[in-house]
């Protein structure tokens, strides 16, 4: 299972999408190997991927910066974020810092969001983070910008 999961993260994560290859049968259905299997798969994600530690807190937004307050100090082992692609896939790079000691600093940063990007740094303590799109080709709009921390 972990080695799907890290197919999935290196697929999905990098703003591709996951072909499974689970045909149906003669009847059109699923074997129940292959149900239990995803179903396996889909808790494991789950688990990988619980809910945003930063669902309802202050989001600040300034072009190309978007800053969340979660409150309070919590550990962050997981960054999902995402562009609104209605309007197209606009950002070329950006980094996610987190606020600690009196400045900010880098956390992780790639090239594209595109519809799913997922992040796997190191875990941080920090109440403050920040998406910082620091190329793009016409304005960013971020339709998710999720701390998570995994229960794995």
């Known amino acids: 299972m972990s080695e799907l999961t890290d197919i999935y993260f290196r697929s999905v994560g990098r703003n591709s999408v996951l072909l499974l290859n689970i045909p149906p049968d003669t009847q059109g259905l699923l074997s129940a190997a292959d149900v239990v299997r995803l179903r396996e798969f889909r808790e494991r ?14 989001v ?16 962050v082992e997981r ?16 980094v996610v810092e987190a606020y600690g000691a009196g400045a900010w600093s880098r956390v992780a940063g790639a090239g594209t969001i595109g519809a799913s990007r997922i992040l796997l740094p190191p875990p941080v303590r920090a109440r403050h983070w920040r998406l910082r799109v620091t190329r793009s080709r016409q304005t960013a709009r971020i339709a998710q910008f999720a701390l998570l921390r995994s229960r794995i």
Not at 45 to 57: K, S
Not at 65 to 73: H, I, K, R, S, Y
């Open 45 to 58: 994600v789950d688990r990988e991927l619980p809910e945003d530690l930063g669902r309802g807190a202050v």
């Open 60 to 75: 600040r937004s300034s072009p190309g910066v978007f800053t969340v307050d979660l409150g309070a100090e919590r550990e």
């Open 79 to 94: 960054i999902r974020l995402a562009e609104d692609i209605r309007h197209g896939q606009q950002v070329e790079s950006f």
